[in-house]
């Protein structure tokens, strides 16, 4: 299955200059979205202990992904989103700048963990997620992407991580 065939170009999306990437067709094609899961949890069968979704679409893949290979699923949200104790890392978008944070007792030391999001584009939401993963003392088993959009630096920011995306667009 092309899974491209799913994903819409919206021009000047969020802000002028930027190719936002729409999941939502996706999203509305059943099949399309199973054929996601199946390939990401086909990828990360190995040890993971965990798998932590990033705020908002992370969420979705995130939480089919926990449900298909039986893992705890720990939400990393956007600053004042989250009940609990939370500790916190400011990132950098390519329009602009965010904080995320992480409850304080979401992982036990070791905790291997793999980050999932909808869309690697400049990495920096993703190397947030690294690092409240790794302040915490567990450590980050990869991270798996429905899309990436290459030549833009995400890649080259999370360099020390093993990175998997189903769709590449350069």
């Not at 000047?12 to 099949?31: A, E, N, R, S, V």
């Not at 893992?71 to 104790?85: A, D, F, H």
Request: charge should be neutral.
């Amino acid at each position: 299955m092309n899974l491209k065939h799913y994903i819409r170009d919206i021009p000047d999306f969020p802000k002028k200059g930027i190719m936002f990437k729409d999941i939502t067709p996706l999203l509305q094609m059943p099949l399309a979205f199973e054929e996601v899961i199946a390939r990401m949890a086909n990828m990360w069968s190995r040890r993971i202990d965990a798998i932590t979704g990033l705020d908002a679409r992370g969420f979705i893949f995130a939480s089919a992904l926990a449900f298909s290979l039986k893992l705890p699923l720990v939400p990393i949200r956007k600053k004042g989103k989250l009940p609990y104790e939370t500790i916190s890392q400011e990132y950098g978008l390519e329009y602009g700048n965010d904080v995320l944070e992480i409850h304080k007792d979401a992982f036990c030391a070791g905790d291997r963990v793999l980050i999932v999001d909808d869309l690697l584009a400049t990495g920096g939401t993703a190397h947030a997620a690294s690092a409240l993963i790794e302040k915490l003392g567990a450590s980050v088993a990869g991270c798996a992407f429905v899309i990436e959009i290459s030549g833009i630096g995400g890649r080259e920011v999370l360099k020390a991580y093993d990175i998997q995306s189903l769709i590449v667009y350069r």
